[in-house]
């Protein structure tokens, strides 16, 4: 049995068949309506959610199987129940278990107590599928990954993480560039770093923005969902990595990215956000792509 934790579970193998099995699906979806007949996951949700919500559930429908939504309206995971007691429940009823959780110790607690695939749909740490449908993405526009250099602006927060992840696993070249002290994981840059060099790219952390060149310029919000801090507040220590016109035009970026909800005008603008580089709704779609494409290749026929 393979869970979907924190990203580093896959090979490069297996990444590349996850996505090609998601651009087959997208391409011919009927043909995969019956792949998950009779079967059904609980997708909980301790945060909101509009698109990872949307595509779990209508990729549960697409390929014949069922997924109950779990809003956690009893309360907080392992408030009413001990955690490990929920996944036993819930494991004698479902397929799959997909959450979202405020931390990633929820996920293996989960995944420790329960007997079937666990599927990280973000936590603290990580956001696994939201990297997958990004580099998805990524190769619809440029036609490859390998050598491709993507470059994170802003906060180095979960979907910065997944993207160092998936990024080193696939040959990317990902960079990020970020205030002092806001970077990504370190353990999980170090971790991800050694994988980069067995797959011939390279990750970076840097502080200038003037120093940014790639082909895919990608940024995500200044604050994340379960830190209370208001945006404006730190809107003086963020406002030099927003991705605008003038960074698209000085970095060479040939598209960009955000995993949305976008603050417009903070971390990208309107210009940017509705120009003609922007795929961030195409990012969007290839969630329900990657999701199908994951949950088939987790639950066991
Ligand atoms: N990108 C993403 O995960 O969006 P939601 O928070 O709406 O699910
Ligand atoms: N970093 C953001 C991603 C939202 C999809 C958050 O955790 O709120």
Request: proline share 3%; hydrophobic share 40%.
């Given at each position: 049995?393979?869970h979907?934790?924190?990203?580093?579970?896959?090979?490069?193998?297996?990444?590349?068949?996850?996505?090609?099995?998601?651009?087959a699906?997208?391409?011919?979806p009927?043909?995969?309506?019956?792949?998950?007949?009779?079967?059904?996951g609980?997708?909980?949700?301790?945060?909101?959610?509009l698109?990872?919500r949307?595509?779990?559930?209508?990729?549960?429908y697409?390929l014949?199987?069922?997924?109950?939504?779990?809003?956690?309206?009893?309360?907080?995971?392992?408030?009413?129940e001990?955690?490990?007691?929920?996944?036993r429940?819930?494991?004698?009823?479902?397929?799959?278990?997909?959450?979202r959780?405020?931390?990633?110790?929820?996920?293996?607690?989960?995944?420790?107590?329960g007997?079937?695939?666990?599927?990280?749909?973000?936590?603290?740490?990580?956001?696994?599928?939201?990297?997958?449908?990004?580099?998805?993405?990524?190769?619809e526009?440029?036609?490859k990954?390998q050598?491709?250099?993507?470059?994170?602006?802003?906060?180095?927060?979960n979907?910065?993480n997944?993207?160092?992840?998936?990024?080193?696993?696939?040959?990317?070249?990902?960079?990020?560039?970020?205030?002092?002290?806001?970077?990504?994981?370190?353990?999980?840059?170090?971790?991800?770093?050694?994988?980069?060099?067995?797959?011939?790219?390279?990750?970076?952390?840097?502080?200038?923005?003037?120093?940014?060149r790639?082909?895919?310029?990608?940024?995500?919000?200044?604050?994340?969902?379960?830190?209370?801090?208001?945006?404006?507040?730190?809107?003086?220590?963020?406002m030099?990595y927003?991705?605008?016109?003038?960074?698209v035009?000085s970095?060479?970026?040939?598209?960009?990215?955000?995993?949305?909800?976008?603050?417009?005008?903070?971390?990208?603008?309107d210009?940017v956000?509705?120009?003609?580089?922007?795929?961030?709704?195409?990012?969007a779609?290839?969630?329900?792509?990657?999701?199908m494409?994951?949950?088939?290749?987790?639950?066991?026929?």
């Amino acid at each position: 049995m393979r869970h979907l934790l924190t990203g580093f579970e896959f090979t490069q193998d297996e990444y590349l068949d996850i996505l090609d099995t998601a651009a087959a699906m997208k391409k011919d979806p009927k043909k995969y309506a019956h792949v998950l007949e009779g079967k059904s996951g609980a997708i909980m949700f301790e945060k909101p959610s509009l698109r990872t919500r949307t595509t779990f559930e209508l990729a549960f429908y697409r390929l014949g199987g069922h997924g109950v939504y779990l809003d956690l309206q009893n309360g907080e995971l392992g408030k009413r129940e001990t955690i490990g007691d929920y996944s036993r429940n819930l494991c004698r009823w479902v397929d799959s278990l997909v959450g979202r959780v405020f931390s990633q110790r929820t996920l293996e607690e989960l995944a420790q107590y329960g007997s079937v695939p666990v599927i990280n749909a973000l936590s603290d740490m990580y956001h696994p599928a939201q990297a997958m449908a990004d580099y998805l993405t990524v190769r619809e526009h440029l036609g490859k990954l390998q050598g491709v250099k993507l470059c994170y602006m802003g906060d180095g927060n979960n979907v910065t993480n997944s993207l160092l992840v998936a990024g080193a696993i696939l040959g990317v070249n990902v960079d990020c560039c970020v205030p002092e002290g806001c970077g990504p994981d370190v353990q999980v840059f170090a971790k991800a770093s050694e994988i980069a060099k067995e797959h011939g790219c390279q990750l970076r952390v840097f502080n200038d923005p003037k120093a940014v060149r790639a082909d895919v310029l990608y940024t995500d919000t200044w604050v994340s969902m379960g830190d209370n801090t208001p945006l404006d507040s730190v809107k003086k220590k963020y406002m030099p990595y927003q991705i605008n016109d003038a960074l698209v035009a000085s970095s060479g970026a040939q598209i960009v990215m955000h995993c949305l909800p976008a603050h417009r005008n903070y971390e990208i603008t309107d210009e940017v956000m509705d120009g003609n580089k922007s795929v961030v709704f195409d990012e969007a779609e290839n969630r329900l792509h990657i999701h199908m494409s994951v949950l088939s290749k987790l639950i066991k026929a």
